[in-house]
């Protein structure tokens, strides 16, 4: 691996990998990030453009589902692997890694665990392969977090159902082929399966946006489209458990991207505090770049430990909201955090796009908005924690 910068530095913690099937998944995306995403990452940013021939490759390598098991096509592996794979790629570029996680986290992920045999024989199995991209709309021009109050709707009419409704800021719209969509049947949120080509649906223009360029957006449009019956995808009005079900993992691999982009950021501002001199002197003697260094290593190890322990206890059976809401929210600030010490400590050079970090500082925004905006983790922790207390005895 040809760039130090992606390397763990000398003190910090052993990669947190809890079998060797961990730990060469691990040697297996690092390789994958150095060689073929780092190349191509800055002028991904700077067209705005989905790498396809990129994400085919993850489909290659067997990434594309990776929590789905063997027997369904997938890899067979845990939500640690998909922290793993998400750390490893936001390193090098956290826009391409978005557009992963929508594809292989809230396309694949999300429709095998919710999805009939036939739906995944048609829609999972080339997903995996990387035969089709996939995307998920969720969020609406008047409802993002307040998931309840979406206005799309879906109504039965014979062999089919009419959809109508707008979703926006979908990440891989622009390119995907298949949409898991969500809309209200009667008022209870419903799941489908929408193809691009089906009547009465249109996808906008890619949407002009600050970070993670890397994957495109755009808005959705059902205006009376038609989809076939067996394109609900569970039952009528079950979309909302497996919805927050898959947002758990969502959560947890978007605190994973951010701890990637802190270590990179670490990694580039260390390596800046050693080389780097003024005064006649490496500034890493100055004492201002020191504070900068020691917090940001500091930062960056406690969200490590965070996010990998939240990874063990998350599981198709096994619900850890709380924990997934709490690793996001911690993590989630530190890779901003960490990208503006190390542009504060490359100073002018950091501000420029020669640079990584200033790809990187861009990006690292979305992670406080999107999976849920940090407001809205302390809200679901508070609850929650209020809950767990029972009522005043």
């Known amino acids: 691996m040809a760039n130090d910068r992606l390397?763990?530095?000398?003190?910090?913690?052993?990669?947190?990998?809890?079998?060797?099937?961990?730990?060469?998944?691990?040697?297996?995306?690092?390789?994958?990030?150095?060689?073929?995403?780092?190349?191509?990452?800055?002028?991904?940013?700077?067209?705005?453009?989905?790498?396809?021939?990129?994400?085919?490759?993850?489909?290659?390598?067997?990434?594309?589902g990776v929590t789905v098991p063997l027997a369904a096509g997938g890899a067979g592996l845990d939500a640690t692997a998909a922290v793993i794979i998400h750390h490893e790629f936001a390193k090098s570029d956290p826009g391409f890694t978005l557009?992963?996680?929508?594809?292989?986290?809230?396309?694949v992920n999300n429709l095998h665990n919710a999805a009939n045999e036939d739906q995944r024989e048609r829609y999972l199995k080339p997903a995996i392969r990387?035969?089709?991209?996939?995307?998920?709309?969720?969020?609406?021009?008047?409802?993002?977090?307040?998931?309840?109050?979406?206005?799309?709707?879906?109504?039965?009419?014979?062999?089919?159902w009419i959809l109508n409704g707008r979703k926006t800021f979908i990440t891989n719209a622009p390119a995907a082929d298949c949409f898991l969509i969500y809309a209200k049947v009667e008022g209870k949120i419903t799941a489908f399966v929408v193809e691009r080509e089906c009547a009465g649906f249109g996808v906008g223009q890619p949407i002009e946006k600050m970070g993670m360029r890397?994957?495109?957006?755009?808005?959705?449009?059902?205006?009376?489209?038609?989809?076939?019956?067996?394109?609900?995808?569970?039952?009528?009005?079950?979309?909302?458990?497996?919805?927050?079900?898959?947002?758990e993992i969502e959560r947890l691999c978007l605190a994973a991207m951010s701890l990637g982009i802190a270590e990179r950021c670490l990694a580039e501002m260390v390596f800046w505090a050693r080389d780097r001199h003024a005064f006649g002197r490496p500034i890493a003697e100055l004492g201002q770049i020191q504070r900068y260094v020691a917090e940001s290593f500091a930062r960056t190890e406690a969200t490590r430990a965070l996010v990998y322990a939240i990874a063990a206890q998350v599981g198709p059976e096994h619900r850890q909201r709380i924990g997934t809401d709490a690793a996001k929210l911690f993590a989630a600030p530190i890779g901003k955090e960490v990208?503006?010490?190390?542009?504060?400590?490359?100073?002018?050079?950091g501000y420029c796009s020669e640079y990584p970090v200033e790809?990187?500082?861009?990006?690292?925004?979305?992670?406080?908005?999107?999976?849920?905006?940090?407001?809205?983790?302390?809200?679901?922790m508070t609850r929650d924690l209020i809950r767990a207390l029972g009522p005043r005895g």
Do not use: W
């Open 7 to 64: 390397l763990p530095l000398p003190g910090q913690l052993p990669a947190s990998d809890p079998s060797d099937e961990h730990r060469m998944l691990r040697q297996l995306v690092a390789t994958f990030a150095a060689e073929e995403l780092e190349p191509h990452a800055a002028a991904s940013d700077h067209a705005g453009r989905l790498d396809l021939a990129r994400l085919q490759r993850t489909g290659e390598l067997g990434l594309l």
């Open 359 to 380: 790809r990187l500082f861009r990006d690292a925004k979305l992670l406080e908005i999107g999976g849920g905006t940090l407001e809205s983790h302390q809200k679901n």
């Open 99 to 107: 557009a992963y996680l929508a594809h292989a986290i809230l396309f």
């Open 130 to 160: 990387g035969e089709l991209v996939g995307a998920m709309g969720m969020t609406e021009p008047g409802a993002g977090t307040d998931v309840l109050g979406m206005q799309t709707t879906a109504r039965r009419s014979g062999d089919d």
């Open 339 to 349: 990208a503006d010490a190390a542009m504060q400590v490359m100073g002018g050079y």
């Open 214 to 247: 890397a994957a495109p957006m755009a808005e959705l449009v059902f205006e009376d489209c038609v989809i076939p019956a067996s394109n609900l995808v569970g039952r009528e009005g079950s979309g909302i458990e497996h919805m927050m079900r898959n947002l």
